[in-house]
């Protein structure tokens, strides 16, 4: 019976010590490498564009967009079911729309989507004939959340806004999210 040799005795102390060091090495090392990756992953560019883009934006919930401390774009009829069904016929390119409505004191209401003319489009761009100035909202989309605005965008708004001092500018980024600009 003293010939029999118990599992436990094979091992000491230390190289039990040993094995519970390398196994939480391994684990804080993969811990470590996956936030590695992630924060790589997030913080390259596209990352932040997608998260910049998302916080500055509006989700509508019910035909209405609620943005900047009270104002709300209110999509009356099937006007926001028009400006998915072009969303949705466009999936690979962007496109552009000419909101018609009214504004009274800090809402804006949708009655009409109207279509411009289109002489081009991409997945990061589109030209078509500018809105008329009877236009409340200069609109186009984006890839799919990109809401951030382009330079060329802030500039094409600033000659839209001239026309009609009360205009938005939107960014149509998912099928029911819209970065909005004044």
Not at 115 to 138: A, F, G, H, K, L
Not at 141 to 158: E, G, I, M, W, Y
Request: charged share 25%; glycine share 4%.
């Amino acid at each position: 019976m003293d010939d029999v040799i118990l599992e436990e005795d094979l091992y000491s102390d230390e190289e039990v010590k040993e094995s519970k060091f390398k196994k939480f090495f391994i684990l804080a090392l993969t811990i470590f490498l996956l936030v590695l990756f992630a924060a790589y992953t997030l913080i390259n560019a596209a990352g932040i564009d997608v998260l910049s883009g998302l916080a500055l934006s509006y989700k509508a919930e019910k035909n209405e967009v609620d943005f900047s401390f009270g104002n709300k774009l209110i999509f009356e009829g099937s006007t926001l079911e028009e400006l998915k069904n072009v969303y949705y016929a466009n999936p690979n390119v962007e496109f552009k729309s000419c909101l018609k409505g009214k504004k009274i004191n800090f809402s804006y209401y949708i009655t009409e989507v109207l279509i411009p003319i289109t002489y081009e489009q991409t997945y990061r761009s589109v030209t078509s004939e500018p809105c008329p100035p009877n236009s409340i909202i200069d609109l186009h989309s984006h890839p799919f959340r990109r809401c951030l605005p382009s330079d060329q965008d802030f500039n094409n708004f600033k000659l839209f806004k001239e026309k009609n001092p009360d205009a938005l500018m939107v960014v149509m980024c998912e099928d029911n999210r819209f970065g909005i600009y004044e």
